[in-house]
């Protein structure tokens, strides 16, 4: 067996893809670290120099302030145009803000208000409440709940004492849980809905402005951007939806007092389709309107004034107007119309624009310091230059305190420059996708894709010439060349470029050196359509729709359950499923020889009842599912729930008898497959694992449920105990399972030697041994699985022939017990062993779920290898090919059993949990825990993958019942079962056919994650993308990274197991043939 | 012979297809509020009875039906009872077969066993027509070599398209357009029969086609 292209070419195509992943998702999400630190009023106080001090303890410019969001108050709506006749919808619908703007010029002030990508509500709000650039992936985030760590302007108003008071989108509730003095949320999830959220804040705006409770009001409407969603903005509905705001806005105004501040806000635009999320101006453009009773702004035409306000700059401003510190990572600028300039102080209390620029850019440096430290994604040159700007500043501005005078005209310039310099560098980090890599990993993922097919196609190829040798050198180089080039030209390097080049120059030029190999014909579209492929590109299109995604639990088994029926009826279609009745006269040029029609009955009744596991399993497997809150009316199953959080102790009983008997199931078929193939005899420490680690392994399993199940306050004298059990019995399991592996991997092989002839008299003179492959221990089992070619042809190759004996004896001289099994023995030990660890990680009810994940796998394998048997004849494929339909039926079981055990691809449904089995007290590091919880998300993707190897072995394994019968029916004897031995016999099929089964997997799963890139390029405009789209990436992606690694970890332990059976038959023959 | 057959057998679908139009077209006329998404189990069980009769009459007056060996009327009654008894389990398989394709168990059972008449009608009793109650001939017509006739090579063609358009009804399902024809299971029954019809119209255009390469044992 050829062991080392196989792996070389396996890890080569993972690398690729992996590279591939690597670039499009660092180009298309935006990724920050989050600094968990907040401001307080000391950090303002500048050392040394006798600026105003504590400002938190002066009187601010104002004491309240209303702030109206208008969600998706696009420029466009807020703009009046008296000489337009005939306004379309959308137009001279908001007239208050114009009329006040341009009566009182010193209260009133409408902007563009431009926000930064990606323009979707909920980024927008961390946006204008942290004053940061929210990226998809904020880094430090917990995923399981949305609350905003980072520090806020809501948190830096709780910590003064504000009452902030919150009516409209729900969504602020789980930004800021507990942060509220009082709140008034209204569901935000209906698109549809134009009302309830509007009219719920209408009912309790004024009495709530009215009243005294408050010194910050946020009310955020949601009408208009569900109007837009629904009917685009050119609709009649919008017309009505801006009229009723701009009523509203009246009516707030009408009840302001002289302290207080108005903010009237969109949070981003739309586009004409009425959707948003992307980078078009039309998008990011929203309104901002500020109001005050009392004069607010300079004299107009006093200053320049800002044609466009970044979305960022709010923060600064409305915290400094208010008086509480600027929040930590707030990156924003103040917005200078708002302060008196130097010397002319209009409004006693407030800062002057050079003292709050001076607060500001202190708080900048302090953010850009911290952040600098943690992450390094912020180029190092300009960094360097901003710091030099900063102490530059810094000195000029303490020069100038010092001395007396106010500071130049000339510094408050620099100090914007600054600012705007810091966030322009923030933003070329944080908000802007990077298509140039995004197409490149594209480019890459598909090429990868092809390459997989082309491998798949060209195994026998590629692991006999040197195919391999060439691209994978021409890559390296490739790589080298352009980070050398990268460091002569910019003096530092982009990785991804170079594994970009490096990876998509050796697929290139590996593709061009198998055009001339592909033989013809070979690429037509037949090969292509057959119907399993339609099922993967069923699939694979289904990514591309928000709500396939959504039900992708579903879409999944329907399309397994389709294709899984779909087999008997083509075997049919090809007459070979039903005996041909035999009156019929078959013309023999159809069929040259036709299997007993004994066999061909009970083989197909063997199809038919794994078939009908199958379609219960999945039926089953249906009820098991987590919901997606998109999903409406659904209820998660009730198994998902650990048990300690059942309250009907019946209930609980219940499901604490049936994940035990799952477990004992799944245990017991195991360890009923390892003997009933005879591959508990021997004595080894792998035998010892199956017959003893994994029964208790179990056991153990079943005790930690039982004692984790507990309610709290029943055996109160106990609870050390029970803690300390819970402790105990799930590292006990791990170290259990972990020893069971590694034994596994030590000494593989589980074959049996029996000698017939007492040991010490062997020698020359004994008739040539054989061997035979039996599968129990019973006389009766002795008598079959014979393989005494196999012994002659393996001696005779090694040996030269140097011995020829006669074939006197037909008894053999030394059985070979659990030898047909000998390769998938151990393989599905480790699928057992993993099963059962992985279980682990899963609330207790699961264990149903991985039962029928056993059934399922044992279903698809028994009905390729049924159906391999029934077309045996039909097309004669020598060689160890593992079809198409098999292999995505293998895939489309990982993903459905994803669902299965619970999961589901959006962020919120990760099983925290699965972190604290065995560690109730928490951790330290962050490894582990992270592991555990990848394990746990991605346990039927490990399962499946390591499990791959089988689709390859069980039609062999299988084999014997065929011959069985045939000896049973009188036909030659000479037939023996050899079931896996037939691998050995054919070292060369067998490396070639391991590889096509590794890299027809790899495409299957390779061509999902494709199609979820493309669906998040092609969409990343859609309003579901950050909900949908991009998470169902990441986990195809992880899910993909994960399942490849295992799959080349199944395929090492069949090169292992191969290694130790060919070291056995070295052992072997000296002996006996000396 | 072949022209002859093929005319019959066009004809023959015509008609079916023309029914389906008509139990689609004078319920509206006679009944107030009939419409196809409206009244959807009176517009299905309409078309279901409609080609129940039709196909039942024209096979029978084309006397497609197997020659059956004995004329006795028990024979006969026997062989009734037994078509209606298979039509009632091919209702149950069929009903068994949506669920497990994710078909609601309980709410909305009836809508799903009408899908599963409506199923049952296109294919099955097609089948008890031609083949009458064999369910070896059925399995053995449903293979490559297995058409003995052109009605077998029909049946093939129009069964396949049934349940394959049936099948792809249920696409749209999960889309979040809130058409009326998404309901359960209004698109899996207009799919079914679209596809009846394209197998209808399909067949013997595909007959006529292939008339050299199709060669039938005798009987
Ligand atoms: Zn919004
Ligand atoms: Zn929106």
Known sequence: ?1074 | MWDVEIRGMASAHAIIASTIFMATVIPAVFLENFSVYGTHMVWLYCVAGSVAVVNTAVFWLLGISPPTKKNTLSYKINRLSRSCLYFLLSCLFFHTVVVMYGAPLLESALETFSLAVLLSTLTTLRCLCILGPNVQAWIRVFSRDGAMSVWDTSLQITTGCSVIGAWLGAFPIPLDWDRPWQVWPISCTLGATTGFLTGLVAAPVWIHWHRKQLTYKLK
């Open chain 1, 1 to 1074: 067996m050829r062991r080392l292209p196989v792996l070389v070419a396996l890890i080569w195509v993972c690398s690729v893809f992996y590279v591939g992943i690597f670039l499009f998702v660092g180009g298309f999400l935006l990724v920050r670290l989050e600094v968990n630190r907040t401001s307080t009023c000391a950090d303002v106080l500048s050392p040394g120099a006798q600026v105003k001090g504590d400002f938190c303890l002066s009187e601010p410019r104002f004491r309240r302030a209303v702030v109206l969001i208008i969600d998706a108050l696009k420029a466009d709506f807020t703009r009046y145009d008296p000489e337009n006749t005939a306004p379309k919808p959308f137009e001279n619908k908001l007239p208050v803000l114009d009329e006040m703007a341009s009566s009182h010029p010193s209260q009133a002030r409408l902007y563009t208000f431009r926000a930064d990508p990606p323009t979707t509500t909920m980024q927008r709000i961390k946006g204008f409440t942290t004053g940061s650039l929210p990226t998809f992936i904020d880094v430090g985030n917990n995923f399981a709940s949305n609350a905003i760590l980072e520090d806020n302007l809501v948190h830096q108003l709780g910590q003064v004492g504000k009452r902030v008071v919150f009516m409209g989108d729900d969504t602020w509730v789980s930004l800021f849980p507990k942060k509220f003095h009082k709140s008034l949320p209204f569901p935000s999830f209906n698109v549809k809905d134009l009302h309830t959220v509007d009219n719920g804040i209408l009912q309790n705006i004024y009495p709530t402005m009215e009243g005294d409770d408050w010194d910050v009001l946020i009310a955020h409407f949601l009408g208009v951007d569900h109007c837009g969603h629904r009917f685009g903005p050119d609709h009649p509905a919008m017309a009505e939806k801006l009229s009723q705001m701009d009523g509203v806005i009246r009516s707030v105004i009408k009840r302001l007092k002289n302290d207080t501040l108005l903010v009237v806000m969109g949070d981003h635009g739309m586009t004409d389709t009425g959707d948003h999320g992307g980078e078009s101006q039309k998008e990011t453009d929203a309104a901002l309107f500020l109001y005050s009773s009392s004069p607010l702004f300079s004299a107009p035409g006093s200053q320049v004034e800002p044609e466009v306000v970044p979305q960022t700059d709010l923060v600064p401003t409305l915290a400094l107007l208010l008086g509480v510190p600027i929040p930590y990572s707030s990156v924003g600028q103040v917005l200078l119309p708002l302060f008196p300039q130097n010397g002319s102080r209009g409004a006693p209390t407030g800062l002057s624009q050079a003292e709050a620029l001076w607060i500001n850019v202190k708080q900048v440096n302090r953010f850009l310091e911290t952040y600098s430290n943690m992450a390094k994604d912020i180029p190092p040159d300009s960094l360097s230059q901003l710091r030099a700007d900063f102490s530059n500043i810094s000195s000029q501005y303490l020069a100038a305190v010092h001395k007396g005078h106010l500071p130049s005209h000339e510094l408050v310039v620099s100090m914007q420059n600054y600012l705007t310099a810091v966030r322009e560098t923030c933003r070329a980090s944080w908000a802007r996708f990077n298509p140039f890599k995004m197409a490149a990993g594209l480019l890459i993922l598909g090429v990868s894709c092809m390459l997989c097919y082309v491998i798949s196609e060209l195994s026998h190829v590629v692991i006999q010439e040197g195919l391999l040798k060439l691209p994978i050198l021409s890559g390296l180089v490739a790589g080298l060349v352009v980070a050398a080039g990268q460091l002569f030209t910019q003096g530092y390097l982009e990785l991804s470029w170079c594994l970009g080049a490096a990876s998509l120059s050796s697929e290139v030029l590996f593709l061009w050196r198998t055009r001339g190999v592909s033989p013809r014909g070979r690429w037509s579209a037949s090969g292509l359509l057959t119907p399993a492929l339609l099922v993967l590109f069923l699939r694979c299109a289904s990514l591309l729709s928000d709500s396939y995604v959504i039900y992708e639990g579903h879409v999944v088994t329907f399309l397994l359950f389709t294709l899984s029926v779909y087999v008997p009826l083509r075997l049919n279609w090809d007459g070979l499923l039903v005996p041909l009745p035999p009156d019929t006269q078959k013309p023999p040029r159809l069929l040259p020889t036709t299997l007993p029609s004994s066999v061909v009955r009970r083989e197909a009744t063997i199809l038919l009842v794994w078939l009908g596991v199958m379609v219960g399993s999945l039926y089953l497997s249906l009820s098991l599912h987590n919901c997606r809150e998109e999903q409406g009316t659904c209820q998660p199953s009730p198994f998902l729930s650990p048990l300690s959080r059942v309250q009907d102790s019946q209930l609980r009983n219940l499901h604490y008898v049936l994940s035990v008997v799952s477990l004992a199931m799944w245990g017991y078929l195991l360890h009923r497959w390892l003997r009933h193939y005879g591959n508990l005899n021997c004595s080894s420490v792998t035998v010892f694992s199956a017959c003893f680690l994994l029964p208790l392994a179990c056991v153990c399993m079943g005790l930690h449920w039982a004692v984790s199940a507990t309610p709290e306050d029943t055996f109160r004298s106990l609870s050390e105990l029970i803690g300390l059990a819970q402790v105990f019995l799930p590292r006990a399991t791990f170290c259990l399972l972990g020893l069971g592996l590694l034994l596994l991997w030590i000494d593989p092989m589980t074959v049996f030697l029996k000698s017939r002839t007492p040991l010490n008299s062997r020698g020359t003179s004994l008739p040539p041994p054989k061997y035979r492959a039996s599968t129990g221990i019973s006389p009766q089992a002795e008598l079959h699985h014979l393989i005494p070619q196999l012994y002659q042809r393996i001696r005779h190759s090694l040996e030269d022939g140097v011995t020829e004996c006669g074939e006197a004896d037909s008894r053999p001289a030394v059985e070979a017990y659990g030898l047909g099994t000998v390769y998938s023995a151990p393989l599905i030990l480790l699928c057992g062993l993993l099963g059962l660890a992985l279980l682990l990680l899963h609330p207790e009810g699961m264990a149903l779920a991985f039962l029928l994940l056993l059934l399922e796998a044992a279903a698809v394998l028994h009905i390729h290898a049924c159906s391999t048997t029934l077309s045996s004849l039909h097309k004669h494929s020598n060689g160890f090919s593992v079809p198409w339909a098999p292999v995505v039926s293998w895939s489309l079981a990982a993903a459905q059993f994803f669902h299965a055990t619970g999961h589901l691809p959006t962020f919120p449904s990760i099983q925290w949990g699965a972190a604290f089995v065995g560690f109730p007290q928490g951790h330290t590091g962050t490894a582990l825990p992270a592991s555990l919880v990848t394990l746990n998300t991605f346990s039927s993707h490990i399962i499946f993958a390591v499990g791959c190897p089988l689709l390859l072995f069980w039609p062999l394994v299988c084999e014997v019942r065929g011959t069985r019968s045939t000896r049973s029916a009188g036909a030659e004897e000479s037939e023996d079962a050899v079931m896996e031995m037939r691998l050995r016999e054919n070292p060369q099929k067998f490396s070639s056919g391991l590889l096509q089964l590794a890299a027809r997997y790899l495409f299957v799963n390779g061509a999902q994650v494709f199609a979820s890139v493309c669906a998040a390029a092609i969409l990343r405009r859609h309003l579901m993308v950050w909900k949908v789209f991009a998470p169902k990436l990441m986990f195809e992606a992880s899910g993909f990274i994960v399942g490849s690694m295992f799959v080349i970890l199944g395929v090492a332990m069949v090169m292992r197991v191969d290694m130790s059976v060919g070291g056995l038959f070295k052992k072997l023959l000296p002996q006996n043939s000396r």
